[in-house]
């Protein structure tokens, strides 16, 4: 979840002219790494040989 603090953070870090489409991109992209990271966190990943074995189920 994004917060005032992260929000603002992801603004400061633009150039001083953006479009809205660029900044929606840094805000989409900042929120999908910090669910990253907490699912890693919580032991949510699948590890290499995992995500093989599904690559293969799907091939099938």
Known sequence: MLTKEKLNRTINSLPDKFTIDELIDKLIFTEK????????????????????????????
């Open 33 to 60: 790494v910090e669910e990253g990271l907490l699912q890693s966190d919580e032991g949510k990943v699948f590890s290499n040989e995992d995500v093989k074995i599904m690559i293969d189920k799907w091939s099938k």
